[in-house]
C-alpha cells in the first residue's frame, strides 16, 4: 500500500541517506526481473535500492559474513522445519541474532509430544511475525510434467507431485 507506506514515512523523520541501500542478486534474468518491481515500487515510496549482481557463492559469503544491506534471493524452507531452523537459528547459516527465535526453535528440536511441536510451531510463528528476519516478497511455484510411462499414485491438494517420487512405478 503505497499510499498507506508513504504517509507512515512522512510522518517518520528519516534522513535521505537511510533511505538508499544496496540489494543483491543473482545474475539471473527473474532476479533482474524482481528486483526492478520492487525497485520502482520503493522508488514510489521514496526509497532508492541499487541493485548488484553478484554470483551466488559471493551472495552467500556476504550473507555469513552479514557484510550486505539487502539481498534478494529464493529459498526453500519445507517441506520440515530443519530448513527454516538451519537458516534463521543464531547458529545457522545465517547467523541471525534473535533470542525469541532462538527460544521457539529449540522448543521445536527439543520436542517430546506432538502438542510440545504444535506449540512450538506457534510460538516460531509468533516470533517471526513480532520480529522477522527477513522480507518475505512471494511464493515461487513450479511447473511439474509427468510422462504417463509412470503410475504415479495421488498426491495431496497443494503438495509436490515429487513429494511421493519413492512411490511412483
Not at 526481473?33 to 520503493?42: E, G
Not at 513480532?130 to 522480507?135: C, E, L, N, V
Amino acid at each position: 500500500d503505497a499510499k498507506q507506506a508513504s504517509q507512515l514515512l512522512s510522518t517518520t523523520p528519516s534522513a535521505a541517506s537511510n533511505r538508499r541501500f544496496t540489494c543483491l542478486i543473482r545474475p539471473d534474468a527473474v532476479a533482474e526481473r524482481v528486483a526492478l518491481l520492487v525497485k520502482h515500487q520503493l522508488l514510489a515510496i521514496g526509497f532508492d535500492m541499487s541493485i548488484q549482481e553478484l554470483p551466488v557463492d559471493k551472495q552467500i559469503e556476504a550473507l555469513r559474513s552479514g557484510q550486505f544491506e539487502a539481498v534478494l534471493t529464493e529459498m526453500v524452507s519445507g517441506p520440515t522445519l530443519l530448513r527454516p531452523y538451519q537458516l534463521w537459528h543464531s547458529n545457522g547459516y545465517l547467523h541471525v541474532n534473535n533470542a525469541s527465535i532462538d527460544a521457539a526453535l529449540d522448543e521445536l528440536r527439543y520436542s517430546t509430544s506432538d502438542d510440545d511441536y504444535l506449540k512450538a510451531v506457534a510460538g516460531f510463528q509468533q516470533a517471526t511475525v513480532d520480529d522477522p528476519p527477513a522480507i518475505f516478497l512471494a511464493r515461487v511455484e513450479r511447473a511439474r510434467a509427468v510422462s504417463k510411462a509412470f503410475d504415479v499414485p495421488p498426491v495431496e491438494p497443494g503438495r509436490d507431485i515429487l513429494a511421493n517420487l519413492r512411490l511412483w512405478k
